[in-house]
């Protein structure tokens, strides 16, 4: 089993862009998840991702992941909740960090970027 990267660029025009990557931080595979298919529920949006993930590393048979990476382009709060997403304002307020942490029980972290507690000055 291969050890990778997991990195989610959750975007607000053409939509989420997966990659996962290995240790030496070459592309394995990419997929683009479009927004139009989860723009209107949070809950199909976290679903679809999670159903993605298992996918492409056949439910961690094929691969071991390491740790799962997430910008986006609305702001994150620290707990993993969105702030702002300009044009899907009706995932405010809903943590994409604990749909993926509960999704699979990830004993490895979650790195998020941007996120409000990291401007230094306020949005």
């Not at 529920?41 to 679809?48: G, K, T």
């Not at 961690?60 to 993993?80: E, N, P, Q």
Request: proline content about 5%; charged content about 25%.
């Amino acid at each position: 089993m291969k050890d990778i990267y997991i990195a989610l660029d959750i975007g607000a025009g053409r939509g989420t862009k997966i990659g996962l990557f290995d240790l030496e931080r070459e592309l394995i595979t990419e997929e683009l998840m479009p927004l139009h298919k989860y723009a209107d529920d949070f809950e199909d949006f976290a679903s679809n991702i999670v159903d993605k993930l298992n996918q492409l590393t056949d439910s961690g048979k094929k691969y071991h992941t390491l740790a799962i990476g997430i910008s986006a382009a609305g702001i994150l709060k620290r707990d993993g909740s969105f702030q702002l997403f300009q044009n899907c304002p009706q995932y405010n307020g809903h943590n994409i960090k604990k749909a993926l942490a509960d999704a699979f029980s990830l004993p490895y972290p979650l790195i998020m970027t941007p996120t409000l507690e990291l401007w230094p000055n306020g949005v």
